[in-house]
């Protein structure tokens, strides 16, 4: 019988979403500001200083703030409703979506 592998690591996969969602909304402000401002912040390592570091310091910013209070998030959305829930998804849903067409948007104008 094949056997599904549960999430055994929730609290990570969501530090890990957010961290991306971070980073691309943080992608997406940078392309979107005028050409003279992205001028001053181009340098030689740009991948490094703008996409790398401020992950880094996103991954250890979200580990402070979720995966050290997973059990307080957890007491928080226990006895949440189903409609809640469903809610609460719709909305990660056309977060999601806007954050990443917004990132294509910011990089077609660019």
């Keep these: 019988m094949l056997k599904i592998k549960t999430n055994d690591t929730p609290d990570w996969n969501a530090m890990f979403l957010i961290s991306v969602f971070e980073a691309v909304n943080i992608q997406t402000i940078l392309l979107f500001m005028p050409k003279s401002i992205q001028g001053q912040l181009e340098i030689n390592n740009q991948v ?62 660019r």
């Design 48 to 109: 490094v200083v703008f996409a790398i570091v401020p992950g880094i310091v996103l991954f250890v910013i979200n580990y402070f703030l979720y995966v050290k209070n997973v059990q307080k998030i957890a007491s928080i959305y226990k006895d949440e409703s189903q409609q809640k829930k469903i809610f609460g998804v719709l909305i990660l849903l056309v977060y999601s979506i806007a954050s990443f067409l917004l990132l294509f948007i910011a990089f077609n104008l």
